[in-house]
T-cell receptor, first 115, second 110 residues
Framework: EAGVTQFPSHSVIEKGQTVTLRCDPI?????LYWYRRVMGKEIKFLLH????????ESGMPNNRFLAERTGGTYSTLKVQPAELEDSGVYFC?????????????FGPGTRLTVL | DAKTTQPPSMDCAEGRAANLPCNHS???????VYWYRQIHSQGPQYIIH???NNETNEMASLIITEDRKSSTLILPHATLRDTAVYYC???????????FGTGTRLKVLA
């Protein structure tokens, strides 16, 4: 069974540009999550999808970030326009069931560098 | 949200038990404790989780104090491949949201 995949693995952009990160969850997983770790800080929750619906987006830092999950399969996270403080590693995770004790399976992350 | 506190680093001799502590003194009654680890350039990998009782699986044991304010992850026979950053996580009650600690960098020494 393939794990969670993320694309690209690395992205280097200039301040003010737009970047779109993609996450493909494990097949059949209804729940999809985005997290990120910015320099020197803990990994922090951004948002949670159940299928195509946003269940919890309490961690989204501001309106420059837009997450979508059309069709309830893969998800994209767009940053527009990117700022220097957006640099970090963005992780995607998925879990199969609508149970609170679900464990989340993480992808390898996308390292974003904003110059 | 509950916060976790972990020592930044620990060393352990290969073959010995590694005991990684975590403080979560503000945890609520319905919040689970999870442990994940991250090996260089990979995503966090699930190890174990628990609510009140001690738990054991093929990877590790989780000991949670009776007041639930702290826990210890035990790797019974550490190997060099267990060198990683270990995260103690609280899952916010009623949600799927993980609150990560800063992690403990465990180095297993030959």
């Amino acid at each position: 069974e393939a794990g969670v995949t993320q694309f690209p693995s690395h992205s280097v952009i200039e301040k003010g540009q737009t970047v779109t990160l993609r996450c493909d969850p494990i097949s059949g997983h209804d729940n999809l999550y985005w997290y990120r770790r910015v320099m020197g800080k803990e990994i922090k929750f951004l948002l949670h999808f159940v299928k195509e619906s946003k269940q919890d987006e309490s961690g989204m830092p501001n309106n420059r970030f837009l997450a979508e999950r059309t069709g309830g399969t893969y998800s994209t996270l767009k940053v527009q326009p990117a700022e220097l403080e957006d640099s970090g590693v963005y992780f995607c995770a998925s879990s199969p069931k609508r149970l609170s004790t679900d464990t989340q399976y993480f992808g390898p992350g996308t390292r974003l560098t904003v110059l | 949200d509950a916060k976790t506190t972990q020592p930044p680093s620990m060393d352990c001799a290969e073959g010995r038990a590694a005991n990684l502590p975590c403080n979560h003194s503000t945890i609520s009654g319905n919040e689970y404790v999870y442990w994940y680890r991250q090996i260089h350039s990979q995503g966090p990998q699930y190890i174990i989780h628990g609510l009140k009782n001690n738990e054991t699986n093929e990877m590790a044991s989780l000991i949670i104090t009776e007041d639930r304010k702290s826990s210890t992850l035990i790797l019974p026979h550490a190997t060099l491949r267990d060198t990683a950053v270990y995260y103690c996580i609280v899952r916010v009650g009623g949600t799927y949201k993980y609150i990560f600690g800063t992690g403990t960098r465990l180095k297993v020494l030959a």
